[in-house]
């Protein structure tokens, strides 16, 4: 098998900000050419998809600066630094939406973007809900709704739900479901 | 319906580079206060789910700088200024694999990754494919495989693809399939 990797030659900070920071590295290549790589450093991540007891999962919709519009996502949010993916999963699932979770199975986990940024996202399926009260962050703004799982696939291919996490999750819920 | 929107009062750039750019904008929030929002700004792109005549879809190992890790994932690019997802999806294919597609379908599109970059993502279904020549760019590096569509389903909670875009498309595909 080639080689595929690149090596660091030098690395420049070019911001540290509230939620990314941004490194421009000089890399060499693998034949054996120099190259340049700007890399947004970010959090690690979860999303979870969350089934009701009457089989509805649950979607939360906010205002997105970066893209300018309200999308429809599966609740998800950063990880705290030394918080496990299981505890982050429980707590933004509480926090935007109400619910606490008796049962949580890992679907997945993926780079969102690995071109330029390090972000994992972590994506569970979270089950045996018990309804409370929502906390959202006081910069976070969501609307819950909760729809079948089928309604939800659907609206992925009617171009209502246009989140990467969100699509990977419920169709990956969808065929987890199926299989067990 | 609450109002979610959030609106510019102010807008810095931070950094123009070669892939992206960052700007650090003042908002006014849906609760009449003040924030700040990072945003990335990143070209649209596209990836592609390409089935072969015997049924296998093709995926391509590559290094990606910003986790250090060489990934399996679907052939994928970025959209040229003027290009549509279209004839990006199938020069992307073509450059990266060789082979070219008579028949494309769009399986969905998504942001990748909202909560901080504009970046928006094309999925296309391509079939009837023709095998030529690669030709990547001069600063990729990347091994072609193939495997059945339903091993690249198992690879995906095996943890062997770990690739937002690769996900969300080959579920998409296989749903897709499976319905028509």
Known sequence: MQNLEEKTLSSRRVYEGKILNLRVDQVLLPNGKEGSREVVEFSQAVAVVALTDDDKVLLVSQYRYPVGEVLREIPAGKMDPQESPEVCALRELKEETGYAAASLVKLNEFYTT????NELMHVFLAQNLTKGEQSPDED???QVESVSLQEA???????????????AGLLAAHYHLKRV
């Open 140 to 142: 976070e703004f969501v």
């Open 114 to 117: 690995p071109g330029f940024t």
């Open 153 to 167: 696939i659907e609206m992925i291919f009617a171009g209502k739900i246009r989140d990467a996490k969100s699509i």
